[in-house]
């Protein structure tokens, strides 16, 4: 560290940062009930919570975004009141979203000085910028071109250019959004490194994320938020994965769901050769190969954006294919509509459920027959059986535990974890012969997970052939038999569940070909 | 996550607020007609007309004797016909434009069946008509829904189209092939068909012009409430227009489906055309414009049902109002001597608050969606999100 109190970007340390006691309601809910939080100069707190939990209310708190209704936050001592995001950025605090805030066509340093004021006045000075961008990139390690666009660049060195944005600009502090969630193990270790090195140069890290191991990997405290209150800030020496969910839930949880031996049967979706276009009708697909058998959860691992969605969609024939054969239980179903693959007992939990899983506006019993409305029982000579479409509705919401105000409810209103409940419902409750859940617990709390882990394990048992396509490494690695790792639409190695580790999927991840892992 | 929530007291005000709102959505249709009158009171005023004695006319015209009453049921039942076409299209997110042509052409066929049947018993012959003003309408909003579906032709701009098109057929063949062989022989030519027999006329509910028309009106709203909630093609056509992905997703075909709304939406403007002709005009007759014949209620059907918030039972009152509105105005106008234009702006003044208060709605529905998602949000799903 420095001794002048200042950073190597020559801007000032924040030595100590409070926020005590921040309340912070919206009308109905109260998002933050007095709570403490506090992070210091190197090192990495990080911020744990379930969905609802509290964490971003309080982070927007902090980055000017909302204001407190009570509490206060002090910097380096002295009481600040942060007004918005422009003033957090002129003390010091840089926040990196979820989702990057870049402009695709700009680059790099275009990118970074955007919205600055330049230092020859109305011309730009984009060739001195480059030369800090250069110099801080060198310092840090986060390699980039400061003439590459945005869309050149792959996420991980997205991510790069937020994190310069922010130093650029003088960040003492950085807020991390889930800085994680896109990555691969191989970027998320060296993404470590780079943290590691700035919280060694007197920067403060505030780190969001559900991963555990993570949290335990880099962090140096905790801080668990529950129902907007704070539950406890501990240093994270002696945390274990189980300690930190038990904290953030308020009971104990499995992490790792049981597995019963279940008999491998036939196969039930055979994938040859197939070959597809993405919306962009680029190449997404190309040559797929893989079998789903009865009883097994086929786990497909792969970096966001690889053809997973486009795979999903050509299985349950919502996309043509441009080559090669789809089978189910050894028929060819090529090209054949969605509703003829739903007659033949396929199931989709589909990636965005709220955009294709969910009509919003339409009523939970209305969602909950989307698949079989034209079928007995509930309908009959083109008129719906209102009356047993309700009883199938009631039934469902108790035995998948909805929660919802009644049947009748619009979906729009119910929560993330809900919808995929109904979602779920639906087409659990069909008895499928072949499963294809994408995503299935993206957004949801610990919580919503492990019951839809459970429904999934359950599926598998009574026989279904599964195919599980996931971001998540650690839930591929805890619910698959099997793991394909699928990348520039084509499936890299089928590993078995013992022989996968996350760094041999890493590997395949990235691209890297199975002969040589 | 849900039942952990802090649920700090959702207190009564919040209740009051939303039913306030939700009042306040269901009044803005009668405020915006209130506004146009408030306006057409300014333009009665520099006509140098008083506003008061004007809009006394106006409802003493609606509503002052059993004639008033029966006329603007006359009015209003073609409105409340392709007011129900238009529930079936914007609940299945298509936008129907296409009344006027889809009920010249329902009238047109209605009326060949009439004029080549004269031998046959009403009975049969009226049912007949009205089925072939029905089919009339379905082919002139489903060739749109075929453009649309198939080509991607936006409907707006077809059934516009469709309705010049239907004018000229329907000014070729009242000056050609179908019109009046008495007019041939007069020489004057006045492009009009032959009348209808007497038997074929709709039956009169009451010695006014009201007919049977309305009745049948009345049944088909409760007919369409049926379809759109009771039925799977209803379902599959409200499935489409709110989110065709999820309905593809469902099994749906989804461009048939957009076919089927604007079929069905012409359809009932056709048989609109058809109850015209056989309930009030006992023959077809053009001033060269589409109006001459519908009265433009093929545009003021499309209010009548935004006005009813879309909802075929809600439709039925709000054509009676709409119908009223009408009659009254022609009341208005004799009275008090204004120019008839006046009566065209005041019409087309209800016309544009109406369809803006209709838009201003959604808006803010939509921003009490976002801002209640955005509360949500905060306090419930703020870490998750999509990775």
Not at chain 2, 98 to 122: D, F, H, I, K, N
Not at chain 2, 227 to 256: C, E, F, K
């Amino acid at each position: 560290m420095s001794d002048n109190g200042n950073l190597p970007s020559g801007k000032p340390r924040i030595d100590h940062l409070e926020m005590r006691g921040i309340t912070k309601r919206f009308p109905g809910v109260l998002a933050n009930d007095r709570v403490d939080f506090d992070v210091r100069a190197g090192e990495v707190h990080a911020l744990l919570g379930e969905n609802g939990a509290g964490k971003s209310t309080l982070m927007k708190v902090l980055y000017g975004m909302y204001q407190p209704d009570e509490g206060e936050i002090r910097l380096n001592g002295e009481r600040v009141e942060i007004k918005s995001p422009v003033d957090a950025i002129n003390k010091g605090i840089g926040m990196i979203h979820q989702h990057f805030m870049l402009v695709e066509s700009l680059t790099v340093v275009e990118n970074v000085v955007l919205g600055l004021p330049s230092s020859r006045g109305p011309l730009t000075d984009l060739d001195r910028a480059s030369k800090r961008i250069r110099e801080l990139a060198d310092f840090y390690g986060l390699q980039v071109d400061p003439d590459a666009y945005i869309w050149q660049l792959a996420v991980g060195q997205k991510q790069r250019v937020e994190i310069i944005k922010a130093l650029y600009r003088g960040a003492a502090l950085l807020i991390l959004d889930e800085p994680t969630a896109v990555l691969t193990p191989q970027e998320v270790n060296e993404f470590f490194d780079t943290m590691r090195h700035m919280v060694k140069d007197g920067h403060a890290i505030i780190f969001i994320s559900h991963k555990l191991h993570e949290v335990i990997d880099i962090s140096d405290r905790v801080t668990v938020l529950r129902d907007g209150r704070l539950i406890d800030t501990c240093s994270i020496e002696g945390c274990t994965k189980s300690s930190l969910a038990e904290m953030m839930v308020g009971r104990e949880v499995i992490m790792k769901p049981y597995r019963a031996e279940v008999e491998r049967g036939a196969v039930r979706l055979a994938l040859q050769n197939v070959h597809a276009l993405s919306d962009r009708e680029t190449p997404a697909l190309r040559g797929v190969n893989l079998e789903v058998h009865s009883g097994e959860i086929l786990g497909l691992a792969g970096v966001s954006g690889n053809g997973q969605r486009e795979l999903a969609e050509v299985i349950t024939g919502l996309r043509q294919t441009t080559g090669g054969q789809i089978l189910l239980e050894g028929e060819s179903v090529t090209g054949r509509p969605p509703g003829e693959l739903t007659a033949r007992m396929l199931a989709y939990i589909p990636e965005e459920r709220m955009k294709d899983g969910m009509i919003q506006a339409f009523t939970v019993a209305e969602n909950l027959i989307l698949r079989d409305h034209h079928k007995e029982p509930f309908s009959r000579s083109g008129f719906l059986l209102l009356r047993i479409i309700a009883e199938f509705a009631d039934k469902l919401i108790e035995r998948f535990k909805v929660k919802t105000p009644s049947r009748e409810t619009p979906a729009k209103s119910l929560s993330g974890g809900n919808i995929q409940k109904v979602v779920l419902a639906r087409e659990l409750s069909r008895q499928p012969r072949v499963l294809i859940a994408a995503q299935p617990t993206r957004g949801l709390d610990i919580g919503a997970m492990e019951y839809v882990h459970a429904r999934l394990l359950e599926q598998r048992q009574a026989g279904t052939a599964i195919l599980l396509i996931s971001e998540d490494l650690d839930e591929v690695l805890a619910l698959s038999d099997r793991i394909a790792v699928i990348f520039e639409g084509r499936i890299m190695g089928i590993l078995d569940c013992a022989e996968a580790t996350p760094e041999r999927l890493g590997l395949l991840m990235a691209g890297v070909e199975s002969e040589t892992v | 996550m849900e039942d952990r929530l802090p649920k700090a007291e959702v207190s009564a005000l919040d209740t009051l607020r939303a039913n306030a709102s939700k009042i306040a959505d269901a009044l803005l249709p009668v405020l915006a007609v209130l506004a146009a009158l408030a306006i057409g009171a300014i333009i009665l005023l520099m006509l140098g007309a008083n506003p008061v004695a004007a809009y006394g006319a106006l409802l003493e015209g609606a509503f002052g004797s059993g004639n008033a009453v029966a006329e603007t049921i006359v009015k209003a039942t073609p409105l409340l016909l392709v007011g129900l076409g238009i529930c079936i299209a914007f609940r299945g997110n298509v936008i129907n434009i296409g009344g006027e042509g889809q009920m010249v052409v329902g009238a047109l066929l209605a009326t060949l069946v009439g004029l080549r049947l004269t031998s046959w018993p009403g009975w049969v012959v009226v049912p007949l008509a009205m089925l072939a003003g029905f089919v009339g309408g379905a082919i002139w909003g489903g060739i749109p829904g075929i453009l649309k579906a198939y080509f991607r032709v936006n409907e707006i701009l077809s059934t516009v189209m469709m309705n010049a098109i239907a004018v000229q057929a329907m000014n070729y063949l009242l000056r050609g092939p179908m019109i009046d062989p008495a007019q041939m022989e007069l020489a004057s030519r006045i492009p009009q068909t032959a009348a209808l027999p007497e038997a074929f006329r709709l039956p009169r509910l009451a010695p006014t012009r009201l007919h049977l028309g309305a009745f049948i009106a009345v049944v088909l709203a409760v007919g369409v409430y049926i379809l759109l909630w009771r039925t799977t093609l209803g379902y599959r056509i409200r499935a489409v227009g709110q989110n065709p992905d999820a309905s593809r997703y469902g099994g749906i075909r989804v461009r048939h489906h957009v076919v089927v709304a604007l079929l069905l939406s012409g359809a009932f403007a056709g048989l609109a055309g058809a109850t015209q002709v056989f309930g009030v005009n006992y023959r077809m007759i053009t001033d060269g414009s589409a109006t001459g014949f519908t009265g433009s209620a093929g545009f003021n059907g499309i209010v009548a049902a935004l006005f009813g918030q879309l909802h075929p039972i809600g439709a039925i009152p709000a054509s009676f109002l709409f119908g009223a509105l009408l009659v009254g105005a022609n009341k208005l106008q004799r009275m008090m001597q204004v120019p008839s234009a006046f009566i065209t702006s005041l019409n087309g003044l209800v016309v544009v608050f109406v369809v803006s208060s209709d838009i201003w709605r959604r808006q803010r529905q939509k921003r009490r969606l976002a801002a209640a998602q955005r509360a949500a949000e905060a306090a419930v799903a703020d870490s998750g999100g999509p990775a």
